[in-house]
T-cell receptor, first 117, second 115 residues
């Protein structure tokens, strides 16, 4: 079975530009998570969805960040306008939630390495 | 709030040595879940193991073993007869049942296995 798919794998953009990161969760998984990984802060949960509905976005750093999940097989994380401090690796993960979101295991995508110049 | 501490920032061993990666956690919940993930140089995060707070039985999977001790709030990971391919950053993580699905990761331990 295919794992979590993220695109693009690498993104280089200039400050002020809009950036859209994409994620396809594992088929049948009801939970989708967006994480950011930086050297300074490690792995941070940004937002997660359950059945396409955002449940907790308290980790989203500021209003420049937004995430959507229009259907069960697709989610986007958008940064507008982007800033150099947004440079990081962004991971998407999904879990089946069969035994609850915390019981079940989150499987991660390969990540998108974002560089904002 | 939950917290995960991986005190070892970097570890370097020679191939075939055994190595233990430490993980200490803090939580007020009685029901919680502990995880280990591996992040090889290629960057992806690979799930290794999940353990719930009611299951203190140690786990062995090939060269990997995990020692969960609630008395010391530790969930240590041992690699026996390490190999170069084990070189990676290893993350310990904790999620609490009472917390809104917030899985907290430790800072990670970078393991380098030299030939």
């Amino acid at each position: 079975d295919a794992g979590v798919i993220q695109s693009p794998r690498h993104e280089v953009t200039e400050m002020g530009q809009e950036v859209t990161l994409r994620c396809k969760p594992i088929s049948g998984h009801d939970y989708l998570f967006w994480y950011r990984q930086t050297m300074m802060r490690g792995l941070e949960l940004l937002i997660y969805f359950n059945n396409n509905v955002p449940i907790d976005d308290s980790g989203m750093p500021e209003d420049r960040f937004s995430a959507k999940m229009p259907n069960a097989s697709f989610s986007t994380l958008k940064i507008q306008p982007s800033e150099p401090r947004d440079s990081a690796v962004y991971f998407c993960a999904s879990s089946s939630g069969l035994a609850g979101p915390r019981e079940d295991t989150q499987y991660f995508g390969p990540g998108t390495r974002l560089t904002v110049l | 709030a939950q917290k995960v501490t991986q005190a070892q920032t970097e570890i370097s061993v020679v191939e075939k040595e055994d190595v233990t990666l430490d993980c200490v956690y803090e939580t007020r919940d009685t029901t919680y879940y502990l995880f280990w993930y591996k992040q090889p140089p290629s960057g992806e995060l690979v799930f290794l193991i999940r353990r719930n707070s009611f299951d203190e039985q140690n786990e062995i999977s090939g060269r990997y073993s995990w020692n969960f001790q609630k008395s010391t709030s530790s969930f240590n990971f041992t690699i026996t007869a390490s190999q170069v391919v084990d070189s990676a950053v290893y993350f310990c993580a904790l999620s609490e049942r009472g917390n809104n699905n917030d899985m907290r990761f430790g800072a990670g331990t970078r393991l380098t296995v030299k030939p």
